[in-house]
């Protein structure tokens, strides 16, 4: 798996995620009782740098709030 930490994408994308998260979750939470959810297509993923990146920097922009990390996630595929 790839390395995302230097990729001034991830940097970009961890500042943007660091408000978003702030207020999602209630003050002093440490992280906890909080959601945030995007509903990405697949072109749209791919177009912001692949899910690897996105999960990257959600994680970065976590670490940077000083919350603990624990990734927890699933892609659903639809066919048809």
């Known amino acids: 798996m790839a390395s995302y930490a230097k990729d001034p ?3 970009v994308m961890a500042e943007a995620l660091v408000p ?3 207020r999602a979750c209630p003050e002093d939470a440490g992280g ?3 959601s945030y959810q995007v509903n990405l ?3 749209e993923a791919v177009g ?3 899910v690897e990146l996105i999960r ?3 994680r970065k922009a976590a670490r940077q709030l000083g919350w ?3 990734t927890i996630g699933w892609i659903a ?3 048809g």
């Open 56 to 58: 990257a920097a959600m």
């Open 9 to 11: 994408r991830c940097n």
């Open 32 to 34: 906890y009782g909080g």
């Open 48 to 50: 912001l740098g692949g």
């Open 77 to 79: 595929a639809s066919l």
């Open 41 to 43: 297509e697949d072109e």
């Open 68 to 70: 603990k990390v624990t």
């Open 20 to 22: 978003l998260l702030r």
